[in-house]
């Protein structure tokens, strides 16, 4: 993990930058057990077969609408969850199917929300950018670029005021931090000492807009400097590295030194969602990072050089989630369409 | 095993498209995530990659084939490894029913002349004959998308002032596709992508109207304007009162309004009614490309604020548009696309189709209905709505917005304070339902105003007068 190259304001700041160092000296050994380099992987792939599947349905027409795919994204999510606890909240936006496979939603129940059936998170009526769990505390699911982070603030104020230990872990965008209500949220949480982690995803575009030509300043986990919030940058593809800052950064907003920013650095392989040709980019760019930086690929040469699993374990994990995501794909396509009546039901709670 | 490789659907809206290219040829090995084909879109070209391993055993559809219908066959992809079983095939009737709605081929004999006031960006004002699908004007076929861009060129080459901002239309060309081109013929001093970033660019833009420049601010879509709606009504849209008549906003907000295609309740909403309540600004709304283009070229010209409001899934639909570039529609006038005797049926945008179709089906049960295509919902035609329902007696208006406070709701009640008496039965609206859109295919379709619900309201009503 790099840590940022904030300026320090003050002392106090300076502490923080100390135990994130610390804990970059604590990753660089390779404490992981074989257990926890194993979930990640099963994680991940899990995520990666997932998107594949839904891309597939698309293209046959089972799910419709926008369908943004987190392709080449999955260890941001991974890394990052894995160090979550029963009282904390996620949020994120659209491009969510990832979010909820790593808080343990049912890969079948939000496939069947992507083709739009009653047995759907949200019964057929939210589709791939709207599903949610409250017994996740997964908190959707957003259309709207920027919207996740106030929402996100919100869920932190909650933790806040009901002095419940949790965090907030807030997704989005590189394209969403320039929006105006990502700076109200930070000077709110700074102002209040919210415990939330805001994790931007920078896979280097917004839509077909790269971080360079949308912004004045790339270094997007400064964003918060001006509110004296840290940030770190991050190599998010590496599962590992993640890990090891999701740790450190949920750790501070826990112990109530308010919020922090970690800005992932990923990339996603497909287009911005299924219609996007993705000529903005080159194809060696996309190669390039697909061969070299691939984090499911790099996990499983890194187990398999260290003699942690064999050629024939990983192709019995790959069969498995294959399978899964097939049975997925299967209760997607078999399960009903929600009933007409559905149509007037949740507008408002009777009261 | 076999598994058939389908035409895929490529976005929401596409329904057929041309497969362009093969990558691979029969007999060559394929795996998962290889690109396979290159597929035409109205959109764009994108690549087909092959979801599993195997070998590409034949090839039904030969490259260069175009209108290929989604879920087409298009391929035989043979499993390398025979242990591994799946179906990846989907019954004939788990395939999208896929919505074919014929748009009525619309006369081109009639003439409208109508006189339209025109300022310039000094304020001075020039009447102007507009006459529209006259024998004056050569027309040609072109799509709406391919109208509003080049009404959007025109005036950007007449007056260096109009510029045009938004997310994605300069190197992208648009989101939709819309701008193609422009940023090519005018540079990016003239046409800008913003971050994303709507309040902040709405902001910007309007400052920049105060000051004398034209923008034409794109949202992607009307969903996202809401991010800026204080500065489209509060900073835009008063500000000519405000200041005494001093200070006026020459803007034009534009971008597909409503509706797409199942993409849910945050990116699907018709905001015709909402701003067409507010005083200090016109709101515009087209069906046809003639429509597209005579209507944009006027709100450019147009020295006041206009929301211009746009379908996505007419952008890719054809209609002959005039090519002078003296064409004009004059805001603030209905026109009427078809005559007839018994009800009229008011609709904007793409209701505007779904009354034709509906009129098509019922004048072949013996009933006229009169097409009115509001194009303008602030300053709305009354008179010409009012001329018709005193000739026809009965009306029905069609919005795919909600029917609380809608524009329906507006009509009617107009059409009661200055028709009463010619009423034959109360005027009815068909909407939206009054729910946030679901996704699920078949709840859409039930939120969604359609030609049958048209056809049965005006049933409903003649049978009852
Ligand atoms: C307010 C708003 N403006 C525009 C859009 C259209 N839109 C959807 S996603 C997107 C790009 C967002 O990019 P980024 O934040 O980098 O997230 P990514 O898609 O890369 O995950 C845009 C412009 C939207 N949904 N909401
Ligand atoms: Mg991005």
Redesign the pocket.
């Known amino acids: 993990m790099s840590t940022s190259e904030l300026p320090l304001l003050d002392d106090s700041f300076k502490k923080e930058e100390d135990t994130l160092n610390k804990s970059k000296i604590v990753s660089s050994k390779n404490s992981f057990s074989k257990e926890t380099l194993l979930n990640f992987y099963n994680d991940m792939l899990l995520i990666r077969r997932f998107e594949e599947r839904a891309g597939q349905l698309y293209g046959m027409g089972l799910i419709g609408g926008f369908c943004?795919l987190y392709i080449g994204q999955e260890a941001v999510v991974v890394g990052l969850q894995a160090n979550v606890n029963q009282k904390d909240t996620i949020i994120t936006?659209?491009?969510d199917h990832g979010h909820m496979l790593a808080t343990g939603m049912d890969p079948k129940k939000v496939m069947a929300e992507l083709t739009g059936r009653e047995a759907g998170y949200s019964h057929g009526k939210g589709g791939s950018m709207h599903m949610f769990s409250k017994e996740k505390n997964f908190y959707g699911g957003h259309?709207?670029?920027?919207?996740s982070v106030p929402i996100g603030t919100g869920l932190a104020f909650s933790h806040y005021y009901n002095d419940d230990g949790g965090v907030c872990l807030c997704y989005?965008?590189?394209?969403?931090?320039n929006?105006g209500q990502v700076y109200e949220s930070f000077n709110m949480a700074a102002l209040w000492n919210l415990p939330i982690v805001y994790i931007i995803?920078?896979?280097k575009?917004?839509?077909g807009t790269s971080v360079e030509r949308a912004s004045a300043s790339t270094d997007l986990h400064r964003r918060g400097e001006s509110y004296g919030i840290p940030g770190v940058a991050v190599n998010g593809m590496d599962v590992k590295e993640v890990y090891h800052a999701g740790k450190s950064a949920i750790d501070h907003a826990r112990s109530n030194k308010g919020p922090i920013i970690l800005e992932m650095k990923t990339y996603?392989y497909r287009g911005?969602?299924m219609s996007d040709p993705a000529k903005y980019r080159s194809k060696e760019e996309l190669a390039k990072m697909r061969a070299e930086n691939d984090p499911i690929d790099c996990l499983r040469e890194e187990m398999m050089s260290s003699k942690m699993l064999d050629e024939k374990s990983f192709k019995e994990i790959d069969k498995k989630i294959k399978e899964r995501v097939i049975e997925a794909a299967k209760f997607a396509q078999e399960s009903k369409e929600p009933d007409p009546a559905e149509l007037w039901t949740d507008v408002l709670l009777e009261v | 095993m076999e598994t058939e490789i389908l035409m895929p659907a490529l976005s929401p809206t596409m329904k057929e498209g041309k497969l362009a290219k093969w990558l691979v040829s029969e007999g060559e090995k394929v795996s998962a995530g290889d690109l396979i084909a290159e597929i035409e879109t109205d959109k764009a070209t994108m690549e087909l990659e092959a979801v599993d391993d195997g070998i590409l055993k034949k090839i039904l559809i030969t490259e260069g084939t175009d209108s290929v219908e989604v879920n087409t066959p298009i391929g035989l992809l043979s499993d390398n490894d025979s242990n591994e079983k799946e179906v990846s095939k989907i019954s004939k009737t788990d395939k999208k029913n896929i919505l074919k709605e014929k748009i009525p081929v619309i006369s081109k004999k009639e003439e409208s002349a109508s006189k339209t006031v025109i300022r310039d960006s000094n304020n001075h004002r020039t009447e102007v004959h507009v006459k529209e699908n006259s024998v004056d004007h050569d027309s040609v076929e072109i799509t709406v998308r391919e109208a509003l861009r080049d009404a959007m060129a025109e005036e950007m080459r007449v007056n260096k002032n109009v510029f045009l901002m938004g997310?994605?239309v300069a190197e992208y060309q648009g989101?939709y596709k819309v701008s193609q081109g422009l940023l090519e013929e005018f540079g990016s001093k003239r046409v800008i992508d913003t971050p994303?970033t709507?309040n902040g660019f709405t902001g910007l833009g309007v400052g920049a109207a105060f000051a004398g420049l034209r923008p034409i601010v794109e949202f992607?879509?009307f969903?996202?304007a809401m991010?800026a709606i204080d500065h489209i009504i509060n900073s835009a849209a008063k500000t000519l009162y405000m200041s005494g008549g001093q200070m006026g906003c020459p803007i034009v907000f534009r971008g597909p309004n409503g509706a797409a295609s199942r993409v849910g309740a945050q990116?699907s909403q018709c905001y015709a009614s909402w701003y067409s309540h507010v005083p200090g600004h016109k709101v515009v709304s087209p069906w046809s490309g003639s429509d597209a283009k005579g209507l944009l070229k006027s709100s450019i010209r147009d020295p006041n604020p206009v929301i211009f409001l746009e379908n996505e899934l007419l952008y890719g639909q054809k209609f002959d548009v005039p090519t002078s570039e003296d064409f004009l529609v004059p805001i603030g006038k209905a026109k009427i696309e078809r005559e007839g005797s018994d009800i009229t049926i008011t609709a904007f945008s793409i209701m505007v189709g779904k009354a034709l179709s509906a009129a098509d089906q019922l004048s072949k049960m013996g009933i006229s209905a009169e097409v009115i295509n509001l194009r303008t919902l602030r300053p709305l035609d009354i008179d010409t709505i009012i001329t018709s329902v005193q000739k026809t007696n009965h009306c029905i208006s069609c919005e795919e917005g909600f029917p609380y406070s809608g524009i329906g709701a507006e009509i009617s009640s107009q059409i009661m304070e200055k028709a009463f008496d010619w009423l034959d039965a109360p005027v009815k609206r068909i909407t939206g339902k009054d729910v946030p859109m679901p996704y699920a295919a078949n709840l859409e379709k039930l939120a969604l105003p359609q030609i049958e619900d048209i056809i049965n309201a005006v049933n409903v009503i003649l049978s009852k007068s």
């Open positions: 943004h936006t659209y491009r259309g709207i670029v920027g919207a989005f965008g590189d394209g969403a931090t929006q995803e920078n896979n575009y917004g839509m996603r911005h969602s | 997310e994605e989101a994303i709507e992607m879509t969903n996202f991010q990116h």
